[in-house]
């Protein structure tokens, strides 16, 4: 089956800790992407990767860190200068786009997070 | 100011009921609209999406964009229980990377 995985599920954090979640997907997308989910506050874009070994950030990206040395990897490491993590982290990965033809699209597909909780 | 709107909720309404739920946007730049669904602890999944302003019908769901007003709707005819989810509106401008932008969420419950 195609789809998006995400580990762990839950993660616990101590304070200062750094830790690293993880983003891996078989559907052959090229973009992949990196959310914050806050209860009031939607979905906030931290990092995002349109090809491996490029990525750029996002509107939050402080404290956080990626890597892509794989298509189909993307992992984030909270780092301990991100000083409110605890959060639902959401991974998606697309296709990149070709806005050359109007009506191209192409949809985000999500993983089915990463709650972190600091202790 | 955000560049996108929504009203979180929480929306609670009886079985079989129409529900809409809306999202305003600051940037007429935007033109594609999309509406996910995301049950608790889950990742969202894409629900509908539509290119500029029209409407667009997908069983018990219609998508409706008014580009004049920068504003989009989800109705949901004859709800079910099964349909207590948050819906989240989503939107993008051309050339912009395919970055979404997002809205807060509407948390719904349809009560049987």
């Known amino acids: 089956d195609g789809g998006i995985t995400q580990s762990p599920k839950y993660l616990f954090r101590k304070e200062g800790q750094n830790v690293t979640l993880s983003c891996e997907q078989n559907?052959?997308?090229?973009?992949m992407y990196w959310y914050r989910q806050d209860p009031g506050q939607g979905l906030r874009l931290i990092y995002y990767?349109?090809?491996?070994?490029?990525?750029q950030k996002g509107d939050i990206a402080e404290g956080y860190s990626v890597s892509r040395e794989k298509k189909e990897s993307f992992p984030l490491t909270v780092t301990s200068a991100q000083k409110n993590p605890t959060a639902f982290y959401l991974c998606?990965?697309?296709?990149?786009?070709?806005?050359?033809?109007?009506?191209?699209?192409?949809?985000?597909?999500f993983g089915p997070g990463t709650r972190l909780t600091v202790l | 100011q955000k560049e996108v709107e929504q009203d979180p909720g929480p929306l609670s309404v009886p079985e079989g009921a129409i529900v809409s739920l809306n999202c305003t946007y600051s940037?007429?730049?935007?033109?594609?609209f999309m509406w996910y669904r995301q049950y608790s602890r889950k990742g969202p999944e894409l629900l509908m999406y539509?290119?500029?302003?029209g409407n667009k019908e997908d069983g018990r769901f219609t998508a409706q964009v008014d580009k004049s007003s920068k504003y989009i709707s989800l109705f949901i005819r004859d709800s079910q229980p099964s349909d207590s989810a948050t819906y989240l509106c989503?939107?993008?401008?051309?050339?912009?990377?395919?970055?979404?932008?997002f809205g807060t969420g509407t948390s719904l419950t349809v009560i049987p």
């Open positions: 990767s349109q090809i491996v070994n490029d990525f």
């Open positions: 539509t290119y500029s302003s």
């Open positions: 559907l052959n997308h090229d973009a």
């Open positions: 998606a990965s697309s296709i990149v786009p070709s806005w050359t033809s109007a009506g191209s699209y192409n949809e985000q597909f």
């Open positions: 940037n007429s730049a935007f033109q594609y």
């Open positions: 989503a939107m993008i401008r051309l050339n912009t990377g395919n970055q979404f932008y």
